[in-house]
């Protein structure tokens, strides 16, 4: 696809639930990086990818979150026992490799955990 | 704890006005800096990207850029109603892809 395709595009869950988001980055991209942005900050960061590896997990709030990145394009974000705290935006966004830093971003997926 | 700091606003200004939006960052050795739009419910977009010390111009944007204050600013020229969102500073800290943002400084322009 022409950018970064994020599904889905919302996800309401019930406490307690097992969810995973998905990042389609742009062909090409080998940078991928997951955000989570609440209501009135900047995105938070989670997790970043140079190809398949995750070259940075430090952003990660707990061991309730995970990520892959099976083939080095696609990614899933994983969210385990959902609690209502992690409920926010979720971007993704990727960047070329060798290029100044760009990032493209996604349109994000809404997560509301009830 | 590396920090980017912008003031949150709303910086109100009028149409065909300069708009000066401010990002502080904590780490000396930061190498790469920023300025992405972020309209309402939206995500965010590029604007301008700098490196090096000083001005860098595109249109009616300019960075600037003053590694020995740590900071980093956005000029909008003759700004636009259509200006009117939120712009972020973000932030590669030395050693590290990792991207810190600031928490976004909301621009209203008026008509």
């Known amino acids: 696809g022409a950018g970064v395709s994020q599904t889905p595009s919302n996800k309401v869950t019930e406490k307690g639930k097992y969810v995973e988001l998905r990042c389609d980055p742009i062909s090409g991209h080998t940078a991928l990086y997951w955000y989570r942005q609440s209501l009135g900050q900047g995105p938070e960061f989670l997790i970043y990818f140079q190809g398949t590896g995750a070259a940075d997990d430090s952003g990660l709030p707990n061991d309730r979150f995970f990520a892959v990145r099976p083939e080095g394009s696609v990614s899933t974000l994983k969210i385990q026992r959902t609690e209502r705290g992690d409920s926010a935006v979720y971007l993704c966004a990727s960047s070329p490799a060798g290029g100044p830093g760009i990032q493209y971003f996604g349109a994000g997926t809404r997560l509301s955990v009830l | 704890q590396k920090e980017v700091e912008q003031n949150s606003g709303p910086l109100s200004v009028p149409e065909g006005a300069i708009a000066s939006l401010n990002c502080t960052y904590s780490d000396r050795g930061s190498q790469s800096f920023f300025w992405y739009r972020q309209y309402s419910g939206k995500s965010p977009e590029l604007i301008m990207f700098?490196?090096?010390?000083g001005d860098k111009e595109d249109g009616r944007f300019t960075a600037q850029l003053n590694k020995a204050s740590q900071y980093v600013s956005l000029l909008i020229r003759d700004s636009q109603p259509s200006d009117s969102a939120t712009y972020l500073c973000a932030v590669s800290f030395s050693g590290t892809y990792k991207y810190i943002f600031g928490t976004g400084t909301r621009l209203k322009v008026l008509a």
């Open positions: 700098i490196y090096s010390n």
